[in-house]
């Protein structure tokens, strides 16, 4: 990410030496430390997807992880892929610790605050990173597509490593094919802002129609037209990749992912989906209340100072953004969605202040200042996010979804 133009050289004064990736990194890693399951409850629907590769199952989905594996070891122990997966967190929360620091000590002193703001509301609250950390989500393939997403923000302005953004977006979709309707906005927005700030520069435009292209056919290749997997069911596949760990492997999640046609998946799915899309939507935007209050006034308010049409068409980009995961919501993980659209809010914003986007500046200043006149709000709104990221029953969601969750096991496995 690139940080702000008006950057004070190298002089190292009381504000460069702050050690805010530390700060960041240590906080990240508590939030670890606290929500991860641990070796022995790691889950099988997160875990199965790391023992199917392609060169066992041919070019299928979700297979490029497993294949990476699989390169280097056959076997994999329960408590190898548990500190695999730990390393690729560390690093993950070290690069996200690293970039955010870097943008902190450059950034403008008048504006800091401002970014400070959404900063600690990124790192508090439980519709973040924190997600990929729990019980539930542990090991689960957001955190390759996270990883990778940042690569692309820091390629996106380079004049040769932009080039690889194709290539990555592909990479994405080889992880899973779920990017196209979760992080994919992140990069789409950003290179049609490239492009605005670069004073049309076809790269960009060509960038952008080149790695959306890529994704939409590779999405449609994985979803409707993969080959079957060289097995008669679930059960063969199970048992033939037995011998490579000691992990108890899921029948539901191969038969889920392999065996269920998509026609019949998306029908079946959303009817399960819909015992309890009232109540988890209604929990949904009531808990996250404070953060689409403040986004939405984020964006509007920039919409409204971006001083030509371009910019208020980018601004608008930021506002609908969550609209293209409206499809996955027909599925059931509903967390992961909600926290995807945040991740993605989160990241448009930050890498806009970082890039001296001017409406984006005055409108985060706006937000600061509403704060600072407000501070007793703004402390509730912290510890409130602090207290549903470290509760047992996070929002409420998993006492929501639990029965209706238990029938859609016994409906996958029948």
Known sequence: MISHANKKGNNLNLHNKKYYEIFIFAILMFEFAVLNPGIQHMDEWNTTYYFLSYQDFGFNSRLLIGSIFKFFTEYISNSTLFYCILAVIICMNASVAVILGKILRNFPDESLSSLKVFIILFLINPFSLATLFDKGNFGIFDIYLVITTIIMMLVV???????????????????????????????????????????????????????????????????????????????????????????????????????????????????????????????ALVVTSPLIVIFFSLWSTAFKKAKDKFAKFIMLLCITAPLIS??????????????????????????????????????????????????????????????LMFSDERILFGIILEPVADSFQAFLAR
């Not at 269920?260 to 309890?276: D, G, I, R």
Request: charge should be neutral; include cysteine; aromatic fraction near 22%.
């Open 157 to 283: 302005r380079h004049n040769y490593f932009k080039w690889l953004i194709p290539a990555l977006c592909m990479i994405a979709l080889g992880i899973q094919q779920v990017y196209i309707v979760t992080y994919m906005p992140i990069i789409v927005v950003i290179l049609i802002y490239e492009w605005y700030k670069s004073g049309y520069k076809k790269s960009y435009i060509v960038l952008c129609g080149v790695s959306f292209s890529l994704m939409i056919f590779l999405f449609v290749y994985f979803e409707f037209l993969a080959p079957e997997l060289p097995f008669n069911n679930a059960k063969e596949v199970v048992s033939f990749l037995s011998h490579r760990t000691d992990i108890a492997l899921s029948y539901v999640v191969i038969n889920d992912e392999y065996f269920f046609k998509a026609t019949n998946w998306f029908s079946e799915v959303w009817h399960f989906t819909s015992l309890f899309v009232i109540p988890y939507g209604v929990c």
């Open 326 to 387: 409206l499809p996955i919501f027909t599925q059931t993980d509903w967390d992961r969605w909600i926290s995807a659209i945040f991740i993605v809010q989160f990241s448009l914003a930050i890498y806009f202040l970082a890039s001296g986007f001017n409406c984006v500046i005055e409108s985060a200043d706006n937000i600061r200042n509403y704060f600072q006149k407000h501070k007793l709000l703004f402390a509730v709104i912290i510890i409130y996010l602090s207290m």
